[in-house]
């Protein structure tokens, strides 16, 4: 193994004084207290302009910051099911630093998982891949739904993504608990995947966040929040990239 391998560390296992699922290592919780499907929906699918967006495609691929529970791709997924008129291919790349065990990850998706994702929640969990380092792709839907992990720190990660995104969520801790999730050369190497009118959102508003996605190449503006938050951030890409469709490292685990 080279020098350059950095062990994972994974997620602990918190809770609020509300009950709400929690990191200590960040002191925020995981999502909204209005409703983690809720969120999902306003702010990340209707935030890229979705399913709408998807329709009459042959493919398309999403990049998300933070995958936490995976509750962003159990919606996605589920709207693509959901929708007659859906691409043919749907592919979610996802970087989380700390991936929560399989252990844990199921018996957290069994409590906190909205029942219309349920059934999703438990293939997930079947397919969790061993806390490694690097990429891991998993396959749903006989290979129509792929979802690539990307378990480690998402500015090492971010720079061997190859993709075509057609829209980006982003779902990190708040900024000023993890910055780092929010740097600008961060969302710079997340831009250059960006195809042709890929667009963004993120429940995050700040003027400061405004300020670097346009340094990364974004056009950026607020919209209404959710769940009592005034407002949220969406963005379109203002170039498009040209690398091939993403895929896993060759040491990646594949489920």
């Given at each position: 193994m080279s020098s350059s391998y950095v062990p994972l560390t994974p997620a602990?296992?918190?809770?609020?004084?509300?009950?709400?699922?929690y990191s200590p290592a960040y002191g925020d919780v995981y999502h909204s207290p209005s409703g983690?499907?809720?969120?999902?929906e306003q702010v990340f699918l209707r935030g890229n302009g979705l399913p709408e967006r998807w329709r009459g495609r042959g493919a398309f691929t999403v990049c998300e910051t933070g995958f936490g529970l995976g509750l962003n791709f159990l919606a996605l997924w589920r709207a693509w099911r959901d929708d007659p008129q859906r691409p043919r291919r749907l592919h979610m790349v996802s970087l989380e630093a700390h991936p929560?065990?399989?252990?844990d990850l199921a018996a957290l998706l069994a409590r906190h998982a909205p029942e219309p994702l349920a059934g999703l929640a438990a293939q997930l969990a079947a397919r969790w891949p061993p806390l490694l380092p690097g990429l891991h792709r998993l396959e749903f839907e006989a290979g129509a739904v792929t979802l690539t992990l990307g378990f480690g720190d998402a500015?090492?990660?971010?720079?061997?993504?190859?993709?075509?995104?057609?829209?980006?969520?982003?779902?990190g801790f708040a900024p000023e608990r993890n910055p780092r999730m929010w740097d600008t050369p961060l969302l710079r190497n997340l831009a250059r995947l960006a195809a042709p009118g890929?667009?963004?959102?993120?429940?995050a508003c700040t003027g400061e966040l405004r300020r670097a996605l346009q340094a990364a190449g974004f056009e950026a503006r607020r919209a209404p929040g959710y769940g009592?938050?005034?407002?949220?951030?969406?963005a379109t890409a203002s170039g498009g990239a040209d690398a091939a469709p993403a895929a896993a490292d060759d040491d990646a685990r594949h489920a």
């Open positions: 602990v296992v918190g809770f609020d004084a509300q009950g709400r699922l983690a499907l809720g969120q999902a929560f065990g399989r252990e500015q090492a990660l971010a720079p061997r993504i190859a993709a075509r995104v057609d829209a980006y969520f982003l779902d890929a667009t963004l959102a993120t429940w009592g938050k005034w407002h949220m951030t969406v």
